[in-house]
Nanobody, 122 residues
Framework: QVQLVESGGGLVQAGGSLRLSCAASGHTFSSYAMGWFRQAPGKGREFGAAISSSGDSTYYTDSVKGRFTISRDNAKNTVYLQMNSLKPEDTAVYYC???????????????WGPGTQVTVSS
């Protein structure tokens, strides 16, 4: 069992930055790959970024590549998403997920946080 709680969302102007955190409870955090997803109003949840359990592999969707950076600290049971050069289209609720990473792809598991709102004004 893994419980996840996101934080760090807020309102920012276009071009600004935010750093999201996802704190995990439980003793098995380091065995999971972790992912960040987002859901904009009226749209489905979409994949954003993922990191392997050890942190040595990362994967990004094209729309955030070069602007977002995912990282993790297994000693703190936390995964981060550094978001730079934010755009209004990045506005969404951001969720973290505990899953698996194999064959170069992230596979979401059943563990989700409640989400944190990110709003980017133009």
């Amino acid at each position: 069992q893994v419980q996840l709680v996101e934080s760090g969302g807020g309102l920012v102007q276009a071009g600004g930055s935010l750093r999201l955190s996802c704190a995990a409870s439980g003793h098995t955090f380091s065995s999971y790959a972790m992912g960040w997803f987002r859901q904009a109003p009226g749209k489905g949840r979409e994949f954003g970024a993922a990191i392997s359990s050890s942190g040595d592999s990362t994967y990004y969707t094209d729309s955030v590549k070069g602007r977002f950076t995912i990282s993790r600290d297994n000693a703190k049971n936390t995964v981060y998403l550094q978001m730079n050069s934010l755009k209004p289209e990045d506005t969404a609720v951001y969720y973290c997920n505990a899953g698996s990473y194999w064959l170069g792809s992230y596979h979401p598991g059943n563990y989700w946080g409640p989400g944190t709102q990110v709003t980017v004004s133009s």
